[in-house]
């Protein structure tokens, strides 16, 4: 919830919390559907991330991952241009992260 709130301190809005991967997958994958950017966790009610990341990355909707899994390394692999914070992390960085990746697409 402070990651939320902070996000709409700072001018955005926010579509979620998105827990379950049956919910998230319909949003990413509609074009009509605007997303700016996106912060996953790996684990959605035991069901991994990465089928969202993968449309985020064919839609080339930038992301991060905020996980307490630590699988930085097998992330950075797989999901190169995506940055990972690693739970716990200060608010204040997660959504300067978030507010990077928004300056960086075109």
């Known amino acids: 919830m402070d990651i ?3 996000l ?10 998105v827990t379950r991967l049956s919910e998230g997958l319909p949003i990413v994958a509609d074009s009509d559907q605007h997303v700016d950017v996106a912060i996953l966790d790996i684990n959605l009610q035991g ?4 089928p969202i990341a993968e449309v985020l990355v064919a839609r080339g909707i930038p992301f991060l991952f905020h996980t307490g899994h630590g699988e930085a ?8 241009d995506a ?3 690693n739970k716990p992390v200060q608010t204040e960085f997660l959504v300067d992260e978030v507010e ?3 300056n960086l697409r075109p």
């Not at 709409?8 to 919390?17: F, K, L, M, T």
């Not at 069901?47 to 990465?50: A, D, G, L, M």
């Open 83 to 85: 940055p990972v914070c």
């Open 100 to 102: 990077r990746l928004l």
């Open 47 to 50: 069901k991994e991330v990465y």
């Open 8 to 17: 709409e301190e700072r001018g955005a809005i926010v579509r979620g919390p």
């Open 4 to 6: 939320e709130a902070e």
């Open 73 to 80: 390394e097998r992330l950075r692999a797989r999901f190169s």
